[in-house]
């Protein structure tokens, strides 16, 4: 009989609670944000920071804010979608902040099942502590005044339960005191990080892969001048060696010879 370890959980109060999960919180170059409505995760700047938002407002907004970032890239796609398009192991971070809660549990389970193939390095997601309701109306706006109201609807609850040995859970049971329209709720609300690390290996090949990157045109200009250069530059060496032989020929010092007794 197989015994599943217990995850690991921390209880922290709510003082120390965003800080002491932010330590855990590794600092590496290829995030996936899924869910980042117009808030990216802000912990560090990755070399490469993808942002998969379904919503086009708040996809348009994005867009414009990072408009001269060349290390962003924002996709329009849902959670489950971004992450089947892409391979095993293929980017180091993937963040899930406020995420997994507006969707089904169903497809979250799927979606955490796709995390931990697709993820190199960690797993960080945040959500409620179990179900936290959260209900929009018909043409109201969401907690940024604009029109995405419809997809801030809670639609699944979680708990470290839902989540393998693997993770490490940071808990606060009464983080949430405001809901998203800041209005102070009756009883407060738990929420937790599940976070999960990875010792990341580079896949191993059956045989070496052969090289099927084409050399740019510059590249090809580039090698046909070093060609140029070097050959001139034997040349160059060649034709020294011929004049230093040429000088020290005895022809030469016999000229100089005569040169120098009708100087005289």
Known sequence: ????????????????????????????????????????????????????EPWKEYADILAYRYRNDKSVMIFRQGALEALQSLGDKSVDSIFLLDVIEHITKEIGLAVVAECERVAREQIVIFTPLGFMPQHMEDGQKD?????????????????????GSEWTHYIC?????????????????????????????????????????EALPT???????????????????????ALNGLLN??????????RSIGNK
Not at 143 to 163: M, N, Y
Not at 179 to 202: E, M, N, V, W, Y
Not at 222 to 240: C, F, P, S, W, Y
Not at 249 to 258: E, L
């Open 219 to 241: 590249e090809l200009e580039a090698g046909q001048l070093r060609g140029e250069v070097a050959a001139l530059t034997a040349n160059a060496t060649n034709l020294k060696i």
């Open 1 to 52: 009989m197989t015994v599943t370890a217990p995850a690991k959980q921390i209880n922290v109060s709510r003082d120390a609670f965003l800080s002491t999960a932010a330590k855990a919180i590794k600092t590496t170059d290829v995030v996936l944000d899924v869910g980042c409505g117009i808030r990216p995760m802000n912990y560090f700047r990755p070399k490469l920071h993808f942002m998969v």
């Open 249 to 258: 020929s005895r022809s030469v010092k016999t000229i100089r010879a005569i």
């Open 173 to 213: 049971p009464d983080f949430h005191q405001h809901d998203f329209k800041s209005d102070t709720l009756q009883d407060a609300f738990g929420a937790f990080f599940a976070i999960r690390d990875f010792d990341h290996k580079p896949a191993e090949t059956a045989a070496p892969a052969p090289e099927l990157q």
């Open 143 to 163: 907690g940024w005044g604009l029109s995405g109201a419809s997809v801030q609807e809670h639609l699944s609850g979680w708990t470290p339960d839902d989540f």
